[in-house]
């Protein structure tokens, strides 16, 4: 389920189908469309006539933005504004959005939006975290959390939004098409052809992005994603990517948690089964062949690790991919 959590104490969960009025400051939602719960596109227009009273039409003029004011999230978002402005607040840092720009907030991030423009209109997608995670892995892109982290706002020229525009409308209106017979292969193409869309625009911004130097604590992790890369199908201990940065696993957890959301074990996991997944899918592999590639043991071991990470056997999970 697509959710943000408001950081408050009991860090309450909120479903964004019905509860999106609660944590973004929409008047009017136009569409709302959903895909099994792990991409949601929802279209909104902001009438500021309408909004003095709400609850996150903060306005910021005369105001500094309190913790309370702010909402963890936990998924990826994407923000693509059609018209008007607005700002928006990350980890208290605010960046100020036009149609000429698209925010791209990574889990993990206090987040805010507020002073927008009476006519404000923007779509914002969100993507699960792990199929976010799975999609970037399939189109073979390292994905750099500190770099996205520290440059959430990209200008876009016209013809970049124009093509970024388009394939949201064509995934928006795919996520209707129930009755496609390839309806899941379809909008994971779509959804990989979106991000292919704004890797392409980021790959040429690069050089206008912030490149400050790493702290110690983001220098480690970049260098633990890039061993992960290179040696998650056969080293699946922490302590190994700790003992090559020359630190103990349990630091290495603590930062990972800190700037990532995720501890090295659940990334090494997550990492392991997304190569096993390929691997199952493919019918000239059988289970002992995939267990062999991933450097487990034996067949036990793997299809134990298997289910306990998917909730299904290698077997049910191959024969699931083939039925669709």
């Keep these: 389920m697509n959710y943000f959590k408001l950081n408050d104490q009991n860090m309450k969960t909120i479903n964004i189908e019905s509860d999106l009025q ?16 792990l991409i949601s596109i929802v279209r909104f227009q902001h009438s500021f006539s309408n909004s003095s ?20 999230v936990s998924t990826f978002i994407m923000i693509l504004v059609e018209k008007g402005n607005a700002e928006i607040s990350l980890d208290y840092k605010t960046y100020h959005i036009t149609s000429d720009k698209m925010a791209f907030i990574i889990p993990n991030h206090l987040f805010r939006i507020y002073n927008m423009s009476s006519d404000f209109i923007a779509k914002v997608l969100t993507i699960d ?6 999609v970037m892995q399939e189109i073979n892109s390292s994905f750099n959390y500190i770099s996205f982290k520290r440059n959430p ?10 093509d970024l525009q388009k394939v949201f409308l064509l995934l928006q209106e795919k996520i209707r098409s129930h009755t496609h017979f390839f309806y899941k292969e379809l909008i994971r193409n779509i959804t990989e052809t979106l991000l292919l869309e704004f890797l392409n625009v980021l790959a040429k911004k690069k050089n206008d992005f912030i490149h400050t130097m790493f702290s110690r604590q983001e220098d480690l992790v970049d260098k633990f994603f890039k061993l992960l890369a290179k040696h998650a199908k056969e080293q699946h201990l ?24 995720k501890t090295g074990s659940k990334w090494i996991s997550d990492t392991l089964v997304f ?18 590639a ?7 071991a793997f299809r134990r690790f298997f289910k306990k990470s998917m909730g299904i056997s290698p077997i049910i999970y191959r024969r699931s991919e083939y039925l669709g």
């Design 22 to 37: 609660t944590i973004l400051p929409i008047d009017n939602i136009e569409t709302i469309d959903n895909y099994q719960d």
């Design 53 to 72: 009273s709400h609850i996150n039409a903060v306005n910021t003029e005369d105001k500094k933005l309190m913790p309370a004011d702010l909402i963890e």
């Design 129 to 134: 975290r792990s199929f976010f995670e799975e």
């Design 153 to 162: 706002v990209v200008k876009l020229e016209l013809n970049e939004n124009a």
């Design 238 to 261: 922490l302590s190994f990517y700790a003992d090559k940065l020359f630190i103990t696993p349990k630091y290495l957890t603590v930062i990972l948690k800190k700037l990532t959301g």
């Design 275 to 292: 190569e096993a997944k390929k691997l199952i899918k493919s019918p000239s592999s059988n289970i002992q062949e995939v267990a062999y």
């Design 294 to 300: 991933l450097n487990f043991n034996d067949q036990s």
